[in-house]
């Protein structure tokens, strides 16, 4: 078989130069086309259109009307002054004013308390959330790259920070200073890579304090509750509020060219005109072939 000719030039001891790099300044290359086509977005029916008419329907600001604490909330305040307490409710439904108000009677009494979230967000928002409510000079934050008021008696900070102090406390053989504590959500005890970090704060925390556990997704809350109780050797009261989220939850795609479509149809199904918009498929099922 003939052999490929080489032209390129040789040096002096005669091996094959590379080719010289592109000059980018003398010799610019095209700008490389559109990965994908453009897609010609049809504009929506009379149809789709009343469809997202529904779907807007009643969205707006309430009016205002006295608040009424529900039955479940009234509850979880009398069980948490002699026992913990896992409260399992919708979203919206008005979890939090329950460690809130407790906050407040304990705020009141000179005592003291931890809030925990699992997400710095959550953690923030919760923080100026609690300083117009309590006072700044009364809450502080504790996360792993915020540290403010650390000396205030309601702290807020990540799950993760609360069982750091737990642990420094039980390897200097101090407490901890708080009076109460609320892990907000307490679901994350599932979650397979931090789930031991809410394990170990239930375990560690010492049976003075009390703890409000709080969730909208906990899973068997009563066998949950059983196993604290083991772990801590005291009561846990379990406040099962099951039922339909209080705020309703709608969903839409808002399409490339601004278009609202509803993500289910008035039957509950997947609505199809969504998929207009779906990215095509390979031939081949979408994979690469290997050489």
Same mark, same amino acid.
């Given at each position: 078989?003939?052999?490929?000719?080489?032209?390129?030039?040789?040096?002096?001891?005669?091996?094959?130069?590379?080719?010289?790099?592109?000059?980018?300044?003398?010799?610019?290359?095209?700008?490389?086309?559109?990965?994908?086509?453009?897609?010609?977005?049809?504009?929506?029916?009379?149809?789709?259109?009343?469809a997202?008419?529904?779907?807007?329907?009643?969205?707006?600001?309430?009016?205002?009307?006295?608040?009424?604490?529900?039955?479940?909330?009234?509850?979880?305040?009398?069980?948490?002054?002699?026992?913990?307490? *896992?409260?399992?409710?919708?979203?919206?439904?008005? &979890?939090?004013?329950?460690?809130?108000?407790?906050?407040?009677?304990?705020? +009141?009494?000179?005592?003291?308390?931890?809030?925990?979230?699992?997400?710095?967000?959550?953690?923030?928002? &919760?923080?100026?959330?609690?300083? +117009?409510?309590?006072?700044?000079?009364?809450?502080?934050?504790?996360?792993?790259?915020?540290?403010?008021?650390?000396?205030?008696? *309601?702290?807020v900070?990540?799950?993760?920070?609360?069982?750091?102090?737990?642990?420094d406390?039980?390897?200097?053989?101090?407490q901890?200073?708080?009076?109460?504590?609320?892990?907000?959500?307490a679901?994350?005890?599932?979650?397979?890579?931090?789930?031991?970090?809410?394990e170990? +704060?239930?375990?560690?925390?010492?049976?003075?304090?009390?703890?409000? *556990?709080?969730?909208?997704?906990?899973?068997?809350?009563?066998?949950?509750? &059983?196993?604290?109780?083991?772990?801590?050797g005291?009561?846990?009261?379990?406040?099962?509020?099951?039922?339909?989220?209080?705020?309703? *939850?709608?969903?839409?795609?808002?399409?490339?060219?601004?278009?609202?479509?509803?993500?289910?149809?008035?039957?509950?199904?997947?609505?199809r005109?969504?998929?207009?918009?779906? +990215?095509? &498929?390979?031939?081949?099922?979408?994979?690469?072939?290997r050489?």
């Amino acid at each position: 078989m003939p052999r490929r000719s080489d032209n390129r030039p040789r040096s002096r001891t005669g091996k094959r130069r590379s080719p010289r790099p592109i000059d980018e300044r003398n010799n610019k290359r095209g700008i490389a086309g559109e990965s994908s086509a453009r897609f010609e977005e049809l504009r929506q029916t009379i149809g789709q259109m009343k469809a997202t008419e529904r779907l807007l329907e009643g969205i707006g600001i309430p009016e205002a009307q006295p608040f009424r604490p529900d039955p479940f909330q009234i509850e979880a305040l009398e069980a948490i002054e002699h026992e913990d307490v *896992l409260v399992t409710a919708p979203t919206g439904s008005g &979890k939090t004013w329950i460690a809130r108000e407790e906050i407040r009677r304990l705020l +009141a009494k000179g005592q003291r308390a931890w809030y925990t979230t699992p997400l710095k967000a959550l953690t923030n928002s &919760k923080y100026v959330e609690f300083s +117009a409510e309590f006072g700044a000079e009364n809450v502080g934050i504790l996360t792993g790259d915020r540290k403010e008021n650390t000396d205030a008696p *309601l702290i807020v900070g990540t799950t993760e920070i609360y069982r750091n102090q737990l642990f420094d406390a039980l390897r200097e053989g101090e407490q901890v200073r708080t009076d109460f504590v609320i892990l907000d959500e307490a679901h994350y005890l599932a979650d397979e890579e931090r789930g031991h970090v809410w394990e170990e +704060a239930i375990i560690l925390t010492p049976p003075r304090i009390r703890i409000l *556990l709080l969730s909208a997704t906990v899973g068997r809350a009563e066998e949950f509750a &059983k196993w604290i109780e083991e772990v801590r050797g005291g009561k846990v009261h379990v406040i099962n509020r099951a039922g339909t989220r209080p705020v309703e *939850l709608r969903a839409a795609y808002l399409s490339p060219g601004l278009q609202l479509f509803p993500l289910f149809d008035d039957a509950g199904h997947f609505n199809r005109d969504v998929e207009q918009f779906a +990215a095509p &498929k390979r031939q081949g099922g979408g994979r690469f072939r290997r050489r």
